[in-house]
């Protein structure tokens, strides 16, 4: 069984600081990986994706990935309170995504 | 911008009756995709359909459940013969080049209550 592993949190932060998300997944074969954002009764929502090793930057974002390690993560810079939600990692795993449990991020004002 | 769309938003079923989800795909995507997410739980996968065939499945996508392209446009989930454990958000989710290298894009969900 292929596995996406992630701590469910929830991971509180202050408005302006910086939130990290981590993941680790079984699969070594896996080639892709994403971060979905999700609000509470909401659809998964597209933040990044990244396939090679190393860190990819958009916005006040930077998903970092180490395959040797078998680890991604995800730097929110300047947090915002409209960043809480739940982020969840997931990865290629043949014909379909596997997604982990999901991090649950507080930003307080 | 595209988006992919699913019917109805809600639905409340009695248990035992037969449900259909429907999806409509980002047009030009060729890969199609059904999730679900139990209340509090994962996102888990149910199936993946490309060239009008299923191209995989999870355990959970048991003979309850079926798929279908009938027009070359929908996307439909048919869960034969409901049960309480089947409620659920039901997603569907489209991508052009499947998982590998390339992005799914999700609907906003169906969300099933069976009672």
């Known amino acids: 069984q292929k596995e996406v592993e992630q701590n469910s949190g929830p991971l509180s932060v202050p408005e302006g600081a910086i939130a990290s998300l981590n993941c680790t997944y079984s699969?070594?074969?896996?080639?892709?990986f994403f971060w979905y954002r999700q609000y509470s009764g909401k659809s998964p929502e597209l933040i990044m994706s990244?396939?090679?090793?190393g860190d990819k930057e958009d916005g006040r974002f930077t998903a970092q990935l180490n395959k040797a390690s078998q680890y991604v993560s995800l730097l929110i810079r300047d947090s915002q309170p409209s960043d809480s939600a739940t982020y969840l990692c997931?990865?290629?795993?043949?014909?379909?995504?596997?997604f982990g449990t999901g991090t649950r991020l507080l930003v307080s004002p | 911008e595209p988006e992919v769309t699913q019917t109805p938003s809600h639905q409340v079923t009695q248990m035992g009756q037969e449900v259909i989800l429907r999806c409509v795909p980002i047009?030009?995507?060729?890969?199609f995709y059904w999730y679900r997410q139990i209340l509090g739980q994962k996102v888990e996968f149910l199936v993946s359909?490309?060239?009008?065939?299923?191209?995989?499945k999870s355990e959970i996508f048991d003979d309850q459940f079926s798929v279908e392209r009938p027009d070359g446009s929908n996307f439909t989930l048919k869960i034969r013969s409901t049960k309480l454990e089947d409620s659920a958000m039901y997603f569907c989710?489209?991508?052009?080049?499947?998982?590998?290298?390339?992005?799914?894009?999700f609907g906003e969900g169906s969300w099933l209550t069976v009672v």
């Open positions: 989710a489209s991508g052009d080049q499947g998982v590998s290298g390339n992005t799914i894009y």
């Open positions: 047009s030009n995507h060729l890969y």
């Open positions: 997931a990865v290629n795993s043949i014909q379909k995504l596997v």
């Open positions: 359909f490309y060239n009008n065939e299923i191209s995989e």
């Open positions: 990244i396939y090679s090793n």
């Open positions: 699969d070594r074969g896996s080639q892709s």
